[in-house]
């Protein structure tokens, strides 16, 4: 009896929420057929190829490299590469900095971002169409318009090659406040808020117990995507740092630039310097897949 | 607690409800809130005050850094494009009127910068939406794991431009290189990927377009399976094969997401900077020995920061900047005049 009771409006409302799908797959989402498994093969080998040649190359010794034909398979270098990369290329320091800079950048844009997100979502005032649209015309703007002032500034205040120079411009960011607000339009009901509001909590208390609750699905997303960007941002941090306090992609400039003139040392960094965020993608890959469609259809 | 608060925040409705419904009534009420000091009187203009603030509150830490570190700086760079300002002597800024814009425009370096923007900008958008619109019609088939198939498509994403280029530097190495010997396998002449002016933007593209295609893929196919279902049900009752409702249905449903894409990659085309820089190694910022790969972005921090002539730089990026308008208007009028001739079909 009590069984039944449970599994009735269950199967009730499991069965008409499936079936339309599978009609819709029928009608239009037709298996893929051989030939497009074959070019998708070939789509995921030239995607991959070349992250896993670095990894061969870094294995290697640069005399080997500078031979026909270039190698195939791995060789017994790779450690010494590594290390070689790490503590001469300055590739140890520049990890590190790394992941505090692009760490902090996250967390400032997800935090700004939602924030924003929510009251041009939520809440009324005056000029929020206006402003929305400001906001998003602003991912027009190239970087390169900025970096002149920025930098005779940051040389003003003596913060060349301190870190929170290439922080503090990258704290927001355009697309993570209209990411954050096309996800919150639909995902925080609007009564949430109110009974907030009508039990006298402040916008504050509204943000902590309503917002950031509903939020955090596309916070989690925004981190992961505003993570990778922070990761490979390079204009700014390689006109606002040198050698001797570098981020990666600072790093990987030096080496690109005849620094350490050795082909597999070169490739090593370049391993080195993308292995957290491949680590990343084998991790969130779906998440991060999510986000960018998510981002993408409502944007 | 609760209830005096709300007569107190709305007046007029508290008095609606009452009993005695005279506007008497909300003028006692609004009188008994003002004078007494502090209490709930105090809270509730808080509270007012809090609704009303509160969303500009949220708003402001985007528009405050945003104004200090990019719209605040734009409109230095056109200051600083007016003046001689030179990376050796910080100090001494003299006014130069239009003399950097005036330089520069008869400079054949600017001239070939932009049209090698222009080209490697062509070269790497056009095959890189055209392949991924075909990758994200082939994902939109129901697959075998279809979410490996798009992680996988996207990771050349998670490779930085310099990791990217510094292995493609390599791959398109002239004598050692894999695409060089690749290409004599198929029997083919080797080509002088470093020198030879269309040889050095192809492989600049490529990075281009490695990098970007699986992202592109994946916004295309957010959108296609967007698409209402019907839409190809009744295209495939008319008799419309494959190829057919991918024309008629898919690309018309597809046309603000590919000008959106259209847009973004034309913006990413006219910034490209660290390709070429790190495509021509040690002396990267001249963009090749003929200077056959130099972009824009390229020419503004060589005349900045290796040259040192932070007043051209400034007058380099504004002229960018005008290019990037013009292209928009552009794109805004053709997709206009797109819209408007598809209507009258």
Known sequence: MTTSEVTLPQKTAGAPARRPMRVMGAGRQLHAGPVTYVVLVLFALVSLAPLVWTAIAASRTNTRLARTPPPLWFGGNLFRNLQTAWDQAGMGTAMFNTVFVAGTITAGTVLFSTLAGFAFAKLRFRFSATLLLLTIGTMMIPPQLAVVPLYLWMSDLGWANHLQTVVLPTLVSAFGTFFMRQYLVQALPSELIEAARVDGASSLRVVWHVVFPAARPAMAVLGLLTFVMAWNDFLWPIIALNGENPTVQVALNQLGTGYIPDDSVIMAGALLGTLPLLIAFLLFGKQIVGGIMQGAVKG | ?345
Do not use: C
């Open chain 2, 1 to 345: 607690m609760t209830g005096s608060k709300q007569a107190l925040t709305h007046p007029a409705s508290s008095a609606g409800t009452a009993p005695g419904d005279q506007p008497g009534a909300a003028r006692r009420a609004r009188g008994r809130g003002r004078p007494a000091p502090g209490g709930s009187s105090w809270r509730s203009r808080l509270y007012r005050w809090d609704m009303k603030a509160s969303p500009y509150a949220f708003i402001s830490p985007f528009f405050v850094i945003f104004g200090a570190f990019s719209l605040v700086p734009l409109l230095y760079t056109a200051w600083y494009s007016l003046h001689h300002v030179q990376l050796s002597s910080l100090d001494q800024q003299t006014w130069a009127g239009l003399e950097n814009y005036k330089n520069l425009f008869s400079s054949d370096f600017f001239w070939n910068a932009l049209r090698n923007t222009f080209s490697i900008g062509l070269i790497s958008t056009v095959p890189q939406l055209l392949a991924a619109l075909w990758l994200a019609h082939m994902l939109n088939y129901r697959l075998r794991g279809s979410t490996v198939w798009r992680v996988v498509m996207l990771t050349p994403y998670a490779t930085s431009v310099a990791a990217a280029t510094l292995v493609f530097t390599l791959l398109f190495a002239p004598d050692s290189g894999m695409i060089n010997w690749l290409l004599g396998l198929v029997g083919a002449d080797p080509v002088n990927w470093r020198e030879s002016d269309w040889g050095s933007q192809l492989a600049v593209s490529s990075i281009v377009i490695w990098r970007w295609t699986g992202y592109n893929a994946l916004i295309y196919l957010a959108a296609m399976q967007a698409v209402p279902a019907d839409l190809y049900e009744s295209a495939a009752i008319d008799g419309a094969n494959r190829w057919q409702q991918f024309r008629s249905v898919t690309i018309p449903m597809l046309r603000p997401t590919i000008l959106f894409t259209v847009v973004v990659s034309t913006i990413g085309a006219t910034q490209l900077f660290g390709e070429p820089l790190l495509f021509g190694g040690v002396s990267g910022t001249k963009g090749g020995s003929e200077h056959q790969y130099q972009t824009l972005g390229l020419y503004m921090y060589d005349q900045g920061w290796i040259v040192g002539n932070l007043g051209k730089a400034s007058a380099i990026a504004w002229s960018m900047f005008l290019i990037l308008l013009i292209i928009a208007a552009i794109n805004l009028l053709v997709s206009r005049w797109l819209r408007t001739t598809h209507d009258h079909q």
